[in-house]
């Protein structure tokens, strides 16, 4: 686990030794990259966890130190009680995420309407929306409804996660749209913002935990780079997929394809699914 870098010379032949070779050479690969990401995970785990609890221990012992009247002590409860959310809502989605995994969260699936459930997010979205004034629209582009066998609450989970992206990546006044449509078998589920939108690089990233575009403003934004990890999981989870487009200046727009019928059976093994 330390060093991972070596590997085997290479035969130029095509015999069965260099072909083992190669072999072994392709699994270092693979353990040594999947090493990286763990080491990579548990160091940025620490280091969103670390930064409240600096801020929680710096304003306690300032407040300690210099504090007299009860606002005062009032004013640092108050603001750590908001650090100690942070925190809870990092742990709980790292629980989600490691849960996952190893196959310990479960899907209820169900016969569900998505169309129903599609129209519920476009009311609750439109009190959402309310503070920043944006516009929120719905194209359900089916001619009926559209069932499909899935998890109710982290389906709405997931397009909740994408909603209240796009709302907070959108300034005031813009616009928010969400599209229902069916392609044969698949549901399809576009969540579309007027927003600052992504540079391309960053499109390949975002679903990875802990990544964010823009890690100072986020912070204030109360982001925490898990959001996207976890809409990923649900999607895959339901046999399904995630796309991103997006345009800096213009707004993204995310694409979540789930297969009507709901996972085939087997196919995700890290997945117990009570039908
Ligand atoms: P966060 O909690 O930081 O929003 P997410 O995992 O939900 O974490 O998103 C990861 C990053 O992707 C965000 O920090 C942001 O930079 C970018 N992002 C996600 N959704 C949008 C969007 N609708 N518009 C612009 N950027 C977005």
């Not at 300690?64 to 108050?78: G, I, P, Q, V």
């Not at 309407?113 to 519920?120: A, G, I, K, P, R």
């Not at 912070?219 to 925490?224: A, E, Y």
Request: with cysteine; charged share 30%; aromatic share 4%.
């Amino acid at each position: 686990a330390d060093n991972l870098t070596r590997r085997l010379p290479a035969g130029n032949n095509q015999d069965e030794l260099s072909q083992m070779v190669a072999c072994l050479n392709q699994m270092l690969d693979r353990l040594e990259k999947s090493f990286r990401r763990i080491r990579q995970f548990s160091g940025d785990a620490s280091h969103e966890l670390r930064t409240p609890l600096t801020i929680l221990r710096g304003e306690t012992e300032v407040t300690l130190r210099w504090a007299k009247t009860t606002d005062e002590f009032r004013d640092m409860l108050r603001s750590n009680m908001e650090e100690i959310d942070r925190m809870e809502r990092i742990i709980e989605s790292l629980l989600t995420l490691a849960k996952s995994e190893v196959g310990e969260l479960t899907l209820e699936m169900k016969q569900l309407s998505l169309s129903d459930m599609v129209q519920e997010l476009y009311l609750q979205s439109r009190i959402l929306c309310e503070a920043k004034q944006i516009k929120v629209e719905m194209d359900l582009k089916v001619e009926q409804e559209v069932r499909i066998r899935g998890d109710e609450l982290r389906l709405r989970q997931m397009f909740l996660n994408l909603i209240s992206n796009a709302i907070k990546y959108t300034p005031d006044g813009g616009e928010l749209k969400i599209v229902l449509a069916q392609e044969d078998d698949l549901a399809v589920v576009d969540i579309v913002d007027s927003g600052i939108g992504m540079h391309a690089e960053h499109l390949a990233h975002i679903f990875d935990r802990f990544y964010r575009v823009d890690k100072a403003r986020n912070r204030m934004d109360g982001g925490t780079g898990l959001g996207l990890a976890i809409v990923k999981w649900i999607a895959e989870a339901h046999g399904g997929s995630i796309s991103v487009t997006s345009e800096v200046g213009k707004g993204s727009s995310f694409s979540v394809r789930l297969p009507i019928q709901g996972p085939e059976e087997g196919k995700h093994p890290k997945t117990t699914i009570l039908d």
